[in-house]
């Protein structure tokens, strides 16, 4: 019987487990967690006394027919959650007020957070854009298709609510493909906007929205796929060597003595993880997968009485761009977003501080940790009152930072990764750090082993 192994049981390698056991149900698959729990990736959520904690993302688009059709398949249809209208406001937190996110260009023109000049600029871009083949940071593609005002204002929440990272050193090539996709067809993302807006609505079709699962937020898919693989998953096996065994077999050596032996292996673990199992037969490629930095964050869900909210949680929630006084680097609101994750007449924030603004933050102690939290509460959101409900997790080297120059280091990976035929890569550090990223990769390596 054909045997494949995938070490790392987060949404990545769960997903690519389940994918492969719909193509070919005769393979004989091996999950390895280290951890004591499957789900041991950042989609994960926990509730207690009422209160719905997401540890990572909050939910996923519903423009990824990978996700619905992964959710469909677990059945999981019925329980989908869409967000609440209220979901689609959003707020910047500048020069001491929430200051609402224009989604429209009528909302752009009448907002505060750009001049008139960069207004007009911005206006401009149909006419002024141009092309560009060289990779570029998520900064300057910004100013050069918008102008400095636009850039200056809009690029750095764009990627912290993403990466928790700097956008003048993120690339937007890889981080966000679909922007050039745009420019590489319309020249103008504003023409290209315009265009796809057409489109839908000559097609119809249901509207993208944010959505997550009832009764446990994106815990369910997690539980989901753990129920499915529960004969093939090993929790407590975290994997210390990766051996040839024979011309076309692996060895894995597991912590306490075990082992386990498979045709093919998908590493679904960090990328310094990978290099570590790497590099004793590629130093080439365990080198690249180390250059890969990741950021760390401490996430935060706190639950307060209704009544002790100075203002309504009237939207998503708000980022924190630089240089603003406050450490946090977004707010999201919760039970605004997702009604059912706090108990009637309560509310749950969930607040994320560090990454690399902040690198230090995750340094602190939890009691030093909370005391800054709730400092930029009161000072963004008027909060006084000490949270009823408190939650946390330290995610140390916890998001990948696609920086210039990750799209020819995946390249030069994958060319090296030739010489170990049947070991393969996935997961948040390669092609998308989203839940919707991470599925959809999940497909596209069950598919090619599928295939072998």
Not at 32 to 56: I, Y
Not at 170 to 178: E, I, K, N, R, Y
Not at 203 to 208: I, L, N, W
Not at 211 to 218: C, D, E, K, Q, Y
Request: with cysteine.
């Amino acid at each position: 019987m054909p045997s494949v192994a995938i070490v790392g049981a987060g949404i990545s390698g769960l997903a690519t487990a389940f994918f492969l056991r719909q193509l070919r149900p005769d393979l004989k698959l091996t999950v390895l967690e280290k951890g004591a729990e499957p789900g041991g990736g950042k989609v994960r959520s926990s509730r207690r006394d009422g209160f719905t904690f997401d540890w990572g993302p909050n939910g996923f688009l519903t423009n990824a027919p990978e996700t619905l059709a992964l959710a469909d398949a677990l059945g999981l249809s019925d329980a989908l959650l869409p967000a609440s209208r209220a979901a689609g406001r959003r707020y910047l937190f500048r020069d001491g007020a929430l200051k609402p996110l224009p989604t429209s260009p009528l909302a752009f023109l009448r907002s505060d957070l750009v001049s008139p000049t960069s207004k007009v600029r911005a206006l401009l871009e149909p006419l002024l854009a141009r092309r560009e083949e060289r990779e570029e940071s998520v900064y300057r593609f910004l100013e050069r298709h918008f102008g400095v005002g636009v850039a200056r204002a809009f690029a750095d929440p764009l990627v912290v609510g993403i990466t928790a990272g700097d956008a003048s050193e993120l690339s937007v090539d890889a981080l966000f493909p679909h922007f050039r996709a745009i420019e590489r067809e319309h020249g103008s993302l504003v023409r290209g906007l315009i265009a796809a807006q057409r489109r839908s609505r000559r097609e119809g079709g249901p509207r993208t929205h944010l959505a997550s699962f009832r009764n446990g937020g994106i815990q369910r898919l997690i539980d989901a796929l753990t129920s499915e693989l529960d004969a093939s998953l090993r929790l407590g096996a975290g994997v210390i060597a990766l051996e040839r065994s024979g011309p076309s077999g692996y060895l894995l050596r597991v912590e306490g003595g075990g082992e386990v032996r498979a045709e093919r292996v998908v590493l679904a673990v960090p990328a310094f993880t990978a290099a570590r199992l790497l590099e004793p037969h590629l130093p080439e490629a365990a080198r690249q997968l180390a250059a890969i930095p990741y950021t760390s964050v401490q996430v935060f869900g706190l639950g307060f009485d209704q009544t002790e909210l100075p203002r309504p949680l009237d939207g998503f929630g708000f980022l924190t761009p630089r240089g603003q006084g406050v450490r946090s680097r977004g707010v999201l609101w919760s039970s605004s977003v997702f009604p059912d994750q706090a108990p009637e007449g309560k509310v749950m924030v969930r607040v994320i501080a560090g990454g690399t603004a902040d690198p230090d933050f995750t340094e602190l102690s939890t009691d030093e940790a909370l005391t800054e939290v709730r400092r930029d509460l009161e000072v963004t959101m008027g909060i006084t009152a000490a949270p009823s409900h408190l939650e946390m997790v330290r995610w140390r080297r916890g998001i990948p930072q696609y920086l210039l120059g990750h799209q020819e280091r995946l390249r030069q990976l994958e060319a090296t990764l030739t010489s170990l035929p049947g070991v393969v890569l996935t997961g948040n550090a390669y092609r998308g750090v989203g839940l919707n990223d991470c599925v959809r990769d999940a497909g596209r390596v069950a598919t090619a082993l599928s295939q072998l």
